[in-house]
């Protein structure tokens, strides 16, 4: 039985930074993956450039039933902090919209960088967890396919369950129960919505079509590309409102932001009255988009001879447009899960569990989820920088 100041089990963003921040801080410090690569979804996140932060990033970025929980985190190591590191190693990266921090080369250079600021913790890969057990007041226990453990501190940075063929597990939930703390209910997050057949059947043929749209569902709401897909709506918008999405509600989508089409088709029908309405509203909408809205609508005739009631309902359908997802695509697809270990059983200094002292849920796997944008990697390298700081 190999004993250690600190294990940490998943050597994901989280985990890898734990791992560094105390290994720096001459603990003795090993990491348990059971995937055969270290930092599998940093690999493949941002489209393989890893958009490891956001220049914008604060606490409205987050979902979390604890709001505030967060704050102290994500203010000690900042999206600053992260960008310092990363430009002490040289890694070239680039702004995209929205404050979106992209790598110019390949997202294992972040990988790599963990792994350098990680040097002389000891970790591996393959394992297979079997039990993780408190022996007594001060040590954990955590049993593998190959040998035991006992360490001071637990870590756990397993994630959440999303995309479970790249090995994502529900064990910090496990870990969570077995010793007692509460889990808010993990849900899909960031991912696209689906619909009825009969919906579907109104949208048929506009599958591949994006347009920049405001969606909106109560007070929150994000303005991006929307796309058309044969199973329903996708894009960043949507993948943004499913993080707030339950079974039921009714999300506005807003097709024209900036243009108030009621207005702008009266306006249309005063200068030019023989236009008809789809080729105006074709100016502003793909085309396929703006056939399918006019026929819905009953739209279709020239403007000289379509009632304002009709241009009404028309521009209800595109700024107010009213649907109701009968789904979303699972955890299949989901980027991040929403929800994970209750953060009212944690401290928000260290992430340590306040009830099992040495025990700490750190990453994806705690109720806080981001915003699309970089902000996920920025909480899981800030809880994993608070619990690396004490642990
Ligand atoms: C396709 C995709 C693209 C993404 N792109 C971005 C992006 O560009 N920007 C952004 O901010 N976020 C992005 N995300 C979200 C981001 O990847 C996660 O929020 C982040 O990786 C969470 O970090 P984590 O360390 O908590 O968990 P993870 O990075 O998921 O790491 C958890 C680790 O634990 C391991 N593990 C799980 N169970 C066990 C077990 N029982 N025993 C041992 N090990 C275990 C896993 O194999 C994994 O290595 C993306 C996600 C996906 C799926």
Redesign the pocket.
């Known amino acids: 039985m190999s004993q250690f100041d600190v294990i940490i ?9 734990c791992a560094a921040k105390a290994k720096q801080r001459g603990r003795k410090v090993l990491v ?4 055969a ?6 690999f ?4 393989g ?6 220049h914008y990033t604060s606490p409205e970025n987050f979902l979390s039933a604890n709001p505030r929980f967060l704050v102290s985190a994500l203010t000690r190591y900042n999206q600053h902090d992260f960008i310092a590191l990363v430009d002490k190693y040289e890694i070239q990266w680039h702004e995209r919209k929205f404050g ?1 921090l ?1 790598c110019l080369g390949p ?1 294992k250079q972040i990988i790599d960088m963990l792994l350098a600021e990680a040097k002389g913790a000891d970790i591996r890969t393959a ?3 079997k039990a993780v057990s408190k022996k007594d007041r001060d040590q954990f226990s955590v049993e593998t396919d190959r040998c035991s453990f006992t360490s001071e501190a637990l870590v756990i ?4 369950p ?2 479970p063929k ?7 939930y496990q870990v969570a129960q077995q010793f007692g703390l509460q889990v808010v209910e993990p849900r899909a997050g ?1 991912v696209p919505l689906t619909f009825d057949n009969k919906f579907m059947a109104r949208l048929e043929g506009l599958s591949g079509i994006s347009v920049n749209a405001k969606v909106a569902l109560g007070k929150t709401r994000f303005t991006d590309a929307l796309l058309f897909t044969h199973r329903g709506l996708s894009g960043p918008a949507i993948l943004q409102i499913s993080s707030y999405w339950s079974g039921g509600d009714i999300i506005t989508v807003d097709l024209l932001p900036d243009i108030n089409l009621f207005d702008y088709l009266k306006e249309a029908k005063q200068r030019q009255p023989k236009k008809d309405v789809v080729t105006i509203l074709g100016s502003l909408l793909p085309a396929r988009l703006a056939q399918r809205m006019t026929s819905w609508t009953e739209s279709n005739g020239r403007l000289a001879e379509t009632s304002n009631k009709t241009l009404q309902r028309l521009a209800d359908h595109i700024n107010r447009w009213q649907v109701t997802p009968d789904g979303s695509e699972g955890m299949r ?5 929403v929800g994970g270990v209750d953060t009212n059983g944690l401290s928000s200094k260290t992430m340590e569990a306040s009830a099992v002292p040495g025990l700490y849920f ?5 109720d806080v ?2 915003h ?9 390298w800030a ?2 920088h608070a619990c690396g700081e004490v642990v």
């Not at 348990?32 to 995937?35: D, G, H, M, P, V």
């Not at 690569?37 to 940093?42: A, D, F, Q, S, T």
């Open positions: 089990i998943g050597a994901g963003a989280a985990g890898l930074m348990l993956e059971q995937a690569e270290v930092g599998r979804k940093i493949i996140s941002g489209g450039r890893c958009n490891f932060t956001n979106q992209f997202a394992v297979t967890l940075a397993t994630g959440g999303s995309i790249m090995g994502s597990s529900t064990f910090a960031l697809i989901a980027e991040v899960t750190i990453g994806e796997c705690v989820t981001g699309l944008g970089g902000f996920n990697f920025q909480w899981a809880s994993g």
